[in-house]
């Protein structure tokens, strides 16, 4: 086991000795991906890491590109920690991490359990260890189990498209949840969506939703544009209309 004097950054994961190699790639690659989700959530601004891994040693270790800012450095590792020790109790929804990062340290997770070999794991934020077991994979199984779909809508503004395996997916960011929601379109409703990008939009659907009633996804039936706060009134518009009445 490493001792905060060994720990070469502020992000670096602990893996067991004697791993095998399929295990090291995965592990690495996880945690790699789950830095990658938390630091695109957490900062406006991309940032670049580099890896330090000593001879020997069994220390993962990232370190951030000198540019980057202080101030975006500690709301990532912030995130991190926070986020890990949520999970670590077994509280999802509290946890606040995307669909993608929660695969990523699910993944870790369940690196601890494995009955080929499993492997002990810990996380260090700033020299703090965070112990990495099977309950956190456990965690997000029973979380990801209790969804359950509905017709409804989600009103918010388009941020991204991308081409996915012949569908088009889109994603909304609607102001009353954490999280962006992904949108599966049909062929039909393409050009609809293009038209649509980064404007206020209601989405109209089958939507799947985790348990505590947040949205994950929606198969979409109808995109309805909403006009701009631009477009809209103002106080002093309503003001004079409630004067001219």
């Known amino acids: 086991m490493a001792t905060p004097d060994q720990i070469p950054t502020d992000l670096?994961?602990?893996?067991?000795?004697?791993?095998?190699?399929?295990?090291?790639?995965?592990?690495?690659?996880?945690?790699?991906?789950l830095i990658k989700e938390i630091a695109a959530e957490s900062s406006a601004d991309p940032i670049g890491w580099?890896?330090?891994?000593?001879?020997?040693?069994?220390?993962?270790?990232?370190?951030p590109d000198e540019a980057v800012a202080t101030s975006q450095l500690?709301?990532?590792?912030?995130?991190f920690s926070v986020s890990t020790k949520f999970l670590m109790d077994g509280d999802v929804d509290s946890a606040e991490l995307n669909d993608a990062a929660l695969n990523h340290i699910r993944q870790l997770s369940q690196l601890t359990a494995s009955k080929k070999q499993a492997v002990t794991m810990k996380f260090w934020v700033r020299k703090q260890p965070l112990s990495i077991g099977p309950r956190i994979a456990e965690a997000i199984r029973e979380d990801w189990r209790s969804d359950y779909k509905d017709v409804g809508s989600v009103e918010g503004r388009l941020q991204a498209?991308?081409?996915s395996g012949g569908s088009l997916k889109i994603k909304i960011k609607d102001p009353l949840y954490v999280k962006p929601i992904e949108c599966s379109l049909p062929e039909n409703m393409i050009e609809e969506a293009l038209a649509t990008f980064r404007k206020r939009v209601v989405i109209t659907g089958l939507i799947q939703y985790r348990k505590n009633?947040?949205?994950?996804?929606?198969?979409?039936?109808?995109?309805?544009v909403l006009p701009d706060d631009d477009d809209l009134p103002t106080a002093e518009d309503v003001?004079?209309?409630?004067a001219a009445g």
């Open 12 to 33: 670096t994961l602990e893996i067991g000795v004697d791993l095998t190699p399929e295990a090291f790639i995965a592990a690495s690659r996880h945690f790699f991906g």
């Open 50 to 63: 580099r890896v330090r891994v000593k001879e020997g040693s069994n220390l993962i270790a990232l370190e």
């Open 74 to 79: 500690n709301a990532v590792y912030e995130k």
């Open 161 to 163: 498209i991308q081409d």
């Open 213 to 224: 009633g947040s949205p994950v996804s929606i198969e979409v039936n109808n995109i309805e």
């Open 239 to 242: 003001r004079g209309i409630l």
